[in-house]
Every structure is written in structure tokens, then in C-alpha cells.
């Protein structure tokens, strides 16, 4: 099945939906006008569905390999970076003062995600560059940004993150790698870390990785935490790859999905590193690049989604079994069961990609206005498009192979594939539960404020669209303010009150921002109105029960005991 881009949705989106146009307005944005932005869509869905889709099964079925220390990538990944390079598109949101193109990181967004649905085990390499990019800009020298910038924006070089050890998991605060300082002013870097996305390439002239590591005078747990950037060639005199640096490739993992992109082991012998940031600081410095991952991994799960979609429908449209109950094609489209799931999808992925493009909206607002406002708006959506998009995504790819019966279980039709590569997504850049547990503890620290504005702005469309669509707008409306009743709620609650009742709270608010991104979609174009209706109708009243849940005492959860469960 060929790939689609749906540059028509992302045109859609930023005009009559997340308001793209507020973000041109300003003036670190005015390079991204209307003729910009389509050229930016057109030339990505281009490559997208000529050069990286062809690789989508290739990854799956020739997985990447370690040989001699060295990661050999799968067929046809090397020519496919070198096009997502070659474009500029590595550095589209990064300063153009080191060679990037400046854009707003909605729009980046919808280049990723275009990326990500034609192979998302590639794109997950430039995915990651991108935050470790945003990291230097943000916490490196002067110096360290000149060296490392350029070259990383354009390509040549490639970066990682390496956070998690086997004994600390999410705990990073229990991690053990080290660093010495050396008397050139570096510091020597040991210790090992797992679960390292593009450790290493064969197409990159030099990897450079983020590590977590203490210094000698830490302090126990996060807050004795320092950043170093690790790379694998030690840059000579002239800034290009020199001495190979002390670390290595231990091995690579054997994973249920994802199997073109590499996630190593990686060993860490008194290598030698740049501290980033100041001393002791890294958990600040490494989150820049996190928060920026986490969307990313939010706009990940909607890729996949998106190509799961495309390939059920496209199966649910050819395929005829059994006699239809209403005229039509006599496909498997026209029975209620198969048009439902495939409505849902639909639906679902709208509302994911609304919510993940207004998150980067309010990203790209703060830092052109500075505005605490929209810093704390882009704070409350991180968690909720990281955790709505990459569930989408699962949810969306099961009903993919659902929609194709038994031969969505037969691998040859790609339907698993989706399901497969996407799971991890829900995991990596932090749980969605951690998510979920971040947004009713951190980003609700301010009282609630940041959530009461947004949900104001949903109850005042909602009150405005009652003339258009009465029931919708109050279904809307009732929803959002049962969301705002349980908010005030869990702001008197202890934090582990808080927690057990987290991810429904999560999926509600995603769910009734869901809706409000399809009312105003519908508002805007009548032929979006079936679609909003189904979602309205269908989909949301969900929350209720989800709200219902986040009410349980927690109790009840620990009345069950570990005895209990192995019972």
C-alpha cells in the first residue's frame, strides 16, 4: 500500500484548528507564511512517500545488525537518512544562526509525523538528534555549540541520549555511571547504560551522545545528577572526527517491533566528555531534550497510527466477504462493525494530532513571546499529547488488524507490523503513566490554573457553537465541566490519591480535548461535521466513566494485596 502524506489535514489544522497563523505573527516566526509552510508540507509528504515508505518492511525483515563493534543498518536506511539530511530536515526547528532552517515546531511537527508514518525506525534517529540539538542550544558553551551545531543540524553527525541503567529503570536517580574530571578541563565518563535508541549507524560520520553521569561530589539522587556529552570520534584540531573515543557497542537488543532502529547496550570505559550545563544540573539540561522527545514520541504514535489507518482502509475498501446490508461497493466497508472501527480510527487520530499540534503551538508561542502563560500551557499538554498520541497509536493499530481479520495476524500484510513497531512508544520518554502522574502532580502544582484556563477556552466555544449545534456544543460543555469539578477535586487529594486515579484522569482530559478540537473543526467546514458528530457522540461520553474512576479511593488498590493477585 502506498503511503498518503495528509498534507490537506495539516493545512486544515493550522488555518481553522491550533492556529498556526498566531505563530507566523510573531516575529521569530514570520518565515513561516502560508506559502512557506505549504512548500515545507509538499517537499516532506514528497519524500515521505517516494524515499522512506519503501523502507518500512525492509526494517522490519532485515533488522539492524552489530558486526565487529559496528552497527550495519538495514537495507536502504543509509540512502534514506542521507535524503532526510540532504533536505535540511533534521534542523528545521534549530537556530539558523549554526545552519538550521528557524521553523516553528508545529510545523516540524507535521514533518515528523509524515516521516514517522513512512518508517518510523528511521525517523527515529533524526527524532532524536533534534532533541539532543535543542539540549545545546539551550545549556552548552559557546564553543561546544559551535563545533557540534553545525554539524548535527546538517546531518553529518548524529545524537543519542543515554539515561537509563539496568538496575534504576525510570529511577534515574539511581544511576550509577560516573564521571572524573581530567586536568584538560574534561571529565572521564564510566558506566552503562541500556536501551540506547541509535547507538550507533553506519551513515553517520560521528555519533554523539547525552549521558547522565555523578561527579565525584554528588549528591544522592536526581539533584547530584551532571550532563556530558559523550561522542564516539574525539574531534581533532579541525572539528572532525579524530581519536576513537573509549566506549562501545555492547550489543543490541532483540525487540518485539522497531527492529530497523538499533537500541544497545552501551559501555562507558573513562571515556572522554564535556560537561553541559552546570555541575550537578544535568536533570534540567536533559529534559530540555526530553520534553522535546516526548512530543515527539506523541507525534510518533500518531505516525503510526496514521499508517495503520491508511492500510486498513484501504483493505476494508477492496475486501468483500459476505453480503453487505446497504448498497455500496459490496466491500467490507459497508458492514456497521467495520465502518465503526474505521470511523473510530479516523476520529481518534484527529483528535490526537489536534491536541499534539496545539501543544506545539503553545511551545512555539512561548518562546516568541516569552509569555508565562503559554510556557505553562505547553507545560500541561506535553504529558497529555505524549500520552494520547502514542495510546492513539496502539489502539488505532490494533483496530488495524482487526479491520483486517486473519490476515492482519499474517505478517505479510503489514497490519502487524504497525501494531508491533508502535507498542513501545506508550513506554519510552517516560511511561504514560509517568505522564499521567505528571500532569496531576507537577503541572497542577499552580493550583490548577493552566488547566481552568484552557478548559474556560473550551466551555466559551462550546457556549458559542450552541446556535450551530445544540446537542453537540452541550455535550461539550457538560463534559468540560465535569472534567474542571473532578480537577478541583484531585487538588485536595494526597499525591497518591492523586496517582491511583492519574491515567483515566489523563484520557479524560485528552478525550473532551478531543471533542472541543472536533466542534471547532465542524464549525469551520460543514463536511466535517459527521466525523465531529460520531466523535462527540460515541467517543467522549467515555470520560464520565474515566472521571467516575479517578474519584476510587486508593485505598481499595492496596486492599488487594500481593497475595491476592497470585491467588
Known amino acids: 500500500m502506498p503511503y498518503r502524506a495528509p498534507v490537506r489535514e495539516f493545512r486544515f489544522l493550522f488555518d481553522h484548528v491550533v492556529g498556526l497563523p498566531q505563530v507566523a505573527a510573531t516575529d521569530r516566526f514570520a518565515e513561516a507564511t502560508p506559502e512557506t509552510v505549504d512548500a515545507i508540507l509538499t517537499e516532506a509528504a514528497r519524500l515521505s512517500e517516494t524515499e522512506l515508505a519503501p523502507l518500512q518492511r525492509a526494517g522490519d525483515t532485515h533488522p539492524a545488525r552489530l558486526e565487529a563493534g559496528r552497527v550495519i543498518a538495514s537495507p536502504g536506511f543509509a540512502e534514506g537518512y542521507r535524503g532526510i539530511a540532504a533536505g535540511g530536515w533534521v534542523g528545521i526547528a534549530a537556530s539558523p544562526e549554526f ?43 559557546p564553543e561546544i555549540k559551535a563545533l557540534y551545531l553545525p554539524k548535527l543540524i ?48 553506519d551513515f553517520a560520520a560521528n555519533i554523539c551522545h547525552l549521558v547522565l553521569a555523578r561527579l565525584p561530589d554528588a549528591a544522592p539522587g ?3 545528577i551532571s550532563l556530558f556529552l559523550v561522542p564516539k570520534f574525539i574531534p581533532d584540531a579541525a572539528g572532525n572526527p579524530g581519536a576513537r573515543n573509549s566506549l562501545s ?6 525487540k518485539m517491533g522497531l527492529h530497523g532502529s538499533p537500541t544497545a547496550v552501551m559501555q562507558y570505559d573513562a571515556a572522554k566528555g564535556w560537561l553541559i550545563g552546570a ?57 456497521a462493525d467495520v465502518r465503526r472501527m474505521l470511523v473510530q480510527m479516523r476520529a481518534e487520530i484527529f483528535a490526537a494530532r489536534a491536541i499534539a499540534l496545539s501543544c506545539a503551538v503553545a511551545t512555539d508561542m512561548a518562546r516568541a513571546t516569552g509569555s508565562a502563560d503559554w510556557q505553562a500551557r505547553a507545560a500541561l499538554l506535553t504529558p497529555i499529547a505524549k500520552a494520547c498520541g502514542t495510546d492513539t497509536g496502539v489502539n488505532v493499530a490494533s483496530l488495524g488488524v482487526q479491520v483486517h481479520g486473519g490476515m492482519g495476524f499474517i505478517e505479510e500484510t503489514g497490519a502487524a507490523q504497525y501494531l508491533r513497531d508502535v507498542r513501545v512508544t506508550a513506554i519510552y520518554e517516560g511511561t504514560n503513566g509517568i505522564q499521567a502522574m505528571d500532569l496531576v502532580g507537577r503541572k497542577l502544582a499552580d493550583g490548577g490554573e493552566a488547566a481552568f484556563r484552557l478548559l474556560e477556552e473550551v466551555e466559551a466555544q462550546a457556549e458559542a457553537a450552541r446556535g450551530a449545534f445544540p446537542n453537540m456544543a452541550t455535550a461539550v460543555w457538560n463534559a468540560a465541566e465535569t472534567l474542571r469539578e473532578t480537577t478541583e477535586w484531585l487538588l485536595v ?75
Not at 290 to 302: D, E, F, P, S, T
Open 222 to 224: 536526581t539533584r547530584g
Open 279 to 335: 555541575p550537578h544540573k544535568g536533570m534540567a539540561a536533559m529534559f530540555t531534550m526530553m520534553n522535546n522527545a516526548r512530543l515527539g514520541v506523541g507525534v510518533q504514535g500518531i505516525a503510526a497510527a496514521e499508517g495503520a489507518y491508511q492500510l486498513a482502509l484501504d483493505y476494508a475498501m477492496d475486501r468483500k466477504q459476505g453480503k453487505t446490508p446497504v448498497p455500496g461497493a459490496g466491500a467490507i466497508i459497508d458492514h
Open 99 to 141: 545552519g538550521g532552517m528557524g521553523l516553528p515546531m508545529a510545523l516540524t511537527s507535521a514533518v515528523n509525523e509524515m516521516m514517522g508514518s513512512a518508517c518510523l525506525a528511521l525517523h527515529l534517529n533524526p527524532l532524536l538528534t533534534q532533541g539532543q540539538i535543542e539540549a545545546l542550544e539551550h545549556h552548552a558553551s
Open 493 to 567: 487529594q494526597e499525591m497518591n490519591q492523586r496517582f491511583a486515579g492519574a491515567v483515566p484522569y489523563l484520557r479524560a482530559f485528552a478525550l473532551v480535548l478531543g471533542a472541543h478540537f472536533q466542534l471547532r473543526a465542524a464549525l469551520a467546514d460543514a463536511g466535517r461535521v459527521a466525523l465531529a458528530r460520531v466523535a462527540i457522540k460515541r467517543l467522549l461520553p467515555e470520560h464520565a466513566a474515566l472521571l467516575a474512576e479517578v474519584r476510587c479511593s486508593v485505598d481499595e488498590l492496596y486492599a488487594v494485596t500481593p497475595e491476592d493477585l497470585r491467588a
Open 154 to 201: 546538517s546531518g553529518d553527525w548524529c545524537g543519542t541520549m543515554n539515561l537509563t541503567e539496568s538496575q534504576a529503570g525510570s529511577d534515574v536517580g539511581a544511576l550509577r555511571a560516573k564521571a572524573e574530571p581530567n586536568a584538560d578541563g574534561t571529565y572521564a565518563v564510566t558506566g552503562q547504560k541500556i536501551f540506547i535508541s541509535w547507538a550507533d549507524a
Open 249 to 254: 557497542v555492547v550489543s543490541l537488543e532483540h
